[in-house]
T-cell receptor, first 114, second 114 residues
């Protein structure tokens, strides 16, 4: 069964606007971590932000924030003030406390237009 | 520190040939893993290791072998390449037991099997 779901089609975003990328997950483990990675066209995987299942507050890292809704099992990434360099594929991933393996969603493609 | 290195960056094989993808890390991480990335599929776990001498299968292990004789190295072997193994391969590491530690990725190997 798929543990991480990212279903949005490719998105076009105007420069300087905010964009929200949806991610829902499925786990019965009370201890887990959620990660977002960025993959630009050059291909490398860049870590953006982390949210732990026991964290009380939503994670933020610069222009990235994570809208964590535990009861809904969603961990949406918000990118504020989009820049041209934000054009990339974005992956949501989860690590469950029981096994330490990272499971990825299929990704969201974002294109920022000037 | 080099972080996580992978060689080669690109490789073309003929069906039935064998080869080894190399992965090395200098971060002293216990946990190492191999993923493959195919269009529209996200990253899927092939094999992983929680320390020297210990390996286990991930989601898509068929056609691949691994071994871990040192902390630093985790090679991935294709015994008899098939066109279905055309993909981008990523090696990744993190500290075992540090739940919030991000997974560090190598730059990837793009493999084409004809």
């Amino acid at each position: 069964a798929q543990k991480i779901t990212q279903t949005q089609p490719g998105m076009f975003v105007q420069e300087k606007e905010a964009v929200t990328l949806d991610c829902t997950y499925d786990t019965s483990d009370p201890s887990y971590g959620l990660f977002w990675y960025k993959q630009p066209s050059s291909g490398e995987m860049i870590f953006l932000i982390y949210q732990g299942s026991y964290d009380q507050q939503n994670a933020t890292e610069g222009r990235y924030s994570l809208n964590f809704q535990k009861a809904r099992k969603s961990a949406n990434l918000v990118i504020s003030a989009s820049q041209l360099g934000d054009s990339a594929m974005y992956f949501c991933a989860m690590r469950e406390g029981g096994n330490n393996r990272l499971a990825f969603g299929k990704g969201n493609q974002v294109v920022v237009i000037p | 520190n080099a972080g996580v290195t992978q060689t080669p960056k690109f490789q073309v094989l003929k069906t039935g040939q064998s080869m080894t993808l190399q992965c090395a890390q200098d971060m002293n991480h216990e946990y190492m893993s191999w993923y493959r990335q195919d269009p529209g599929m996200g990253l899927r776990l092939i094999h992983y290791s929680v320390g020297a001498g210990i390996t286990d299968q991930g989601e898509v292990p068929n056609g691949y072998n691994v071994s871990r004789s040192t902390t630093e190295d985790f090679p991935l072997r294709l015994l008899s390449a098939a066109p279905s193994q055309t993909s981008v391969y990523f090696c990744a590491t993190h500290s075992f037991g540090v739940f919030f530690d991000e997974q560090y990725f190598g730059p990837g190997t793009r493999l084409t099997v004809t």
